[in-house]
């Protein structure tokens, strides 16, 4: 049932996660893996501390009512992590512009 619910959607899918990257190249200490997206999901390396990125993730939950990721998974090197972005329904709402904004709070 998913299958059939979401392939159809899977072109759409990917051209926004190829915007999302597109905006996030001006995101300073964003890294976007593969770059430029070849399905709905990407990997993002993001230069920041587990504690401020911990911290930033709840205060946008608060203040803002956008839930991002509650942890990241440690990148190569010191005060590097990683997260999976997956573009989907809930993605869609947001323009690309919008996603590089909060990410850019993570930091």
């Keep these: 049932a998913g299958l059939k619910k ?13 915007r999302i990257a597109e905006k996030l190249r001006a995101v300073p200490n964003v890294e ?15 230069r920041v501390s587990e504690k401020a990125f911990k911290t930033a993730s709840a205060r946008i939950a608060r ?16 005060g590097r992590r990683v997260v999976e972005l997956t573009v989907g329904d809930a993605t869609l709402t947001f ?3 919008e996603v590089a904004e909060v990410i850019a709070e993570l930091l």
């Excluded at 979401?6 to 190829?18: K, N, T």
């Design 32 to 46: 976007v893996a593969p770059d430029s997206p070849h399905t709905n999901m990407m990997h993002l390396y993001l």
């Design 63 to 78: 203040e803002r009512g956008i839930v991002t990721w509650p942890g990241s998974a440690p990148g190569q090197g010191t």
């Design 95 to 97: 323009k690309p512009k």
């Design 6 to 18: 979401r392939l159809p959607l899977m072109p759409r899918y990917v051209e926004h996660a190829s």
